[in-house]
């Protein structure tokens, strides 16, 4: 069986989507090959031995408990089943299970393995740059949510990620799936359009979600009411959603 590098194993509420609220176990995975400048999440993309892989995950004990016990990097498919099962609230047939990151499909040979037995007792929510469409394409029938970014060039300072991601939107159209465009005060206007028209030639019905940054990256509030609107002329669904875990101060 394959292993998996992995950052963090934990329960917490979700902060971002469509399912914002929902009680969520994470598993966050390491490694990330692109770099945005907003990033919030640098302990999974950074490296910790100096060896190009993280020496340790640390994977909550309990829900009733804020220890954490440090385990040696990678994970076989057994520990990662064991610590994920530990954390469940109200049993398997309420539980969803959160594959985020970093960039999980980074890691989807793993995945391929592991999913098959692990979702008898979860369901899967995958987050995703919604760049891998080649590795999704091999996990498509293995998850049950798609939570996809579009990674705008004015937000991220990175190149256009236009043609992946409408690959990627292609490949799992049909699927509960929605799209997320994480907003800061950089943002162009044009990007915007351009993800909402790539939306609406797949299917104008995949809900949008607009999330703006926070700290130094925040956008004028105004702004996310005027992108909104003019998304609205074109989708069904668009919705401004804040990173609500940064709100109520938990992982």
Not at 126 to 138: N, P
Not at 191 to 197: G, L, Q, R
């Amino acid at each position: 069986m394959r292993e998996a590098h992995v950052n963090e194993i934990f329960s917490s509420v979700q902060g971002e989507g469509l399912w914002v609220g929902q009680r969520h176990i994470f598993v966050r995975f390491m490694g990330c090959d692109i770099r945005c400048r907003y990033c919030d999440t640098p302990d999974a993309v950074e490296r910790e031995d100096g060896q190009g892989q993280p020496g340790f995950c640390r994977a909550q004990r309990s829900t009733d408990s804020a220890e954490y016990e440090r385990v040696p990097n990678p994970l076989n498919a057994q520990q990662m089943t064991e610590f994920c099962k530990r954390l469940i609230v109200r049993g398997p047939s309420n539980s969803t299970l959160s594959l985020t990151g970093g960039e999980p499909l980074l890691q989807h040979h793993f995945l391929a393995e592991w999913l098959p037995n692990i979702r008898q007792d979860f369901r899967i929510y995958l987050e995703t740059s919604g760049i891998h469409y080649r590795e999704m394409d091999d996990l498509r029938d293995l998850v049950d949510v798609v939570s996809m970014d579009f990674k705008l060039p004015s937000a991220t300072g990175l190149g256009p990620f236009w043609d992946e991601h409408s690959k990627f939107l292609s490949l799992v159209r049909g699927k509960a799936v929605f799209v997320k465009l994480a907003v800061t005060r950089e943002t162009l206007y044009e990007d915007i359009m351009t993800s909402v028209n790539i939306i609406a030639g797949i299917d104008g019905a995949i809900p949008l979600i607009i999330q703006p940054a926070s700290g130094r990256f925040a956008p004028e509030p105004a702004t996310l009411v005027e992108l909104q609107n003019a998304a609205l002329r074109i989708l069904q669904d668009v919705r401004v959603i804040p990173q609500v875990h940064k709100v109520l101060h938990v992982q």
